[in-house]
């Protein structure tokens, strides 16, 4: 961005996510928890679009982490090459280092592990087996964790409680990342209604990151998720130089300069400006018909001022 600051080249930056997956009380637990280890393990959870932050209402909370933590226990990681595998490595080997800090830095300020998955490493030697980390589910968090604030990119999945759509609203906007959401109702007016108020590039209902998948849509983010979107007409038009042409509508009826404003200008050239203004852009019918017989007062008025100056 800075080197492309020196041409003014313009730039279109998705800058990575920190995406917020809700579910309410009213949906079906077992159903929505498929969906949530998918949209966290998916990739090893190294996904732009995949969700880092979980955030389910109390009264559900218990059965929603047994699904969850049975899923988790099922999965199974390893290299695809040598058999069937759930998940793989994590793509650069000193990441598995950050992983393991923000799963320290949670801990230590009161999270717990529920659960870890297995490995299935082979015979791969140390310096590729340290590129596997296995699935974690973190109970107990809260924002004052990296792993609420930061971006895990990778198969962590930190869960909270909430009560209310006001507060889990407040707590999917308390990140400096904006790129998507997720909300999971089965009352689709009061999902719709939690995700217009999250500020995020884009939202899913009842599922999740399908927005990437319909390339008719624009994808990107807002805050340091980027600016700027790929994706539907607005990326097509990222990429391109568009320019804005006038022209007469009607061939015979060309732009003529009004003869209040002709320089040099009439005395009464403000009048006529501000009734023309008027006419134009008052919200009110009944003064903007006002101003045109102003306007029309003002045009037929002797142009004796006007005379005065050109002598």
């Given at each position: 961005m800075k080197t492309a600051a020196e041409t003014l080249t313009p730039v279109t930056l998705e800058l990575g996510g920190k995406d917020a997956f809700i579910v309410c009380e009213d949906v079906n637990v077992a159903e929505v928890s498929q969906v949530a280890v998918r949209a966290a393990l998916q990739s090893s959870g190294q996904n732009c679009a995949g969700a880092e932050r979980f955030y389910v209402h109390s009264s559900i909370y218990e059965e929603f982490v047994n699904h969850i933590i049975k899923i988790v226990k099922s999965v199974r990681v390893g290299p695809p090459l040598q058999g069937t595998y759930d998940m793989g490595a994590i793509c650069l080997p000193e990441h598995t280092n950050k992983l393991q800090d923000l799963v320290d830095d949670a801990l230590r300020k009161g999270a717990d592990v529920a659960v870890r998955g297995k490995l299935f490493i082979g015979d791969l030697g140390n310096d590729v087996?340290?590129?596997?980390?296995?699935?974690?589910?973190?109970?107990?968090?809260?924002?004052?964790?990296?792993?609420?604030?930061?971006?895990?990119?990778?198969?962590?999945?930190?869960?909270?409680?909430?009560?209310?759509?006001?507060?889990?609203?407040?707590?999917?906007?308390?990140?400096?990342?904006?790129?998507?959401?997720?909300?999971?109702?089965?009352?689709?007016?009061?999902?719709?209604?939690?995700?217009?108020?999250?500020?995020?590039?884009?939202?899913?209902?009842?599922?999740?990151?399908?927005?990437?998948?319909?390339?008719?849509?624009?994808?990107?983010?807002?805050k340091e998720s980027g600016f700027g979107r790929f994706g539907g007409v607005e990326g097509l038009r990222a990429c391109c130089l568009v320019k804005a042409v006038a022209e007469d509508r009607i061939k015979y009826i060309k732009t003529v300069i009004p003869k209040p404003l002709q320089y040099p200008v009439a005395d009464n050239a403000f009048e006529f400006q501000k009734a023309l203004v008027e006419v134009l852009y008052n919200i009110s019918l009944i003064d903007r018909i006002k101003a045109l017989g102003n306007l029309i007062k003002i045009f037929t008025a002797p142009e004796s001022s006007t005379d005065l100056k050109k002598e």
């Open positions: 087996v340290g590129q596997f980390y296995p699935p974690t589910v973190i109970l107990n968090v809260n924002h004052t964790m990296k792993i609420m604030q930061e971006e895990i990119f990778g198969p962590i999945i930190a869960i909270m409680k909430f009560n209310t759509d006001d507060e889990v609203v407040h707590l999917a906007n308390d990140s400096k990342f904006g790129l998507g959401s997720a909300v999971f109702s089965a009352d689709p007016k009061r999902a719709n209604k939690i995700a217009s108020r999250i500020h995020c590039g884009f939202a899913a209902i009842n599922d999740f990151a399908t927005t990437y998948m319909c390339q008719s849509l624009p994808f990107g983010g807002v």
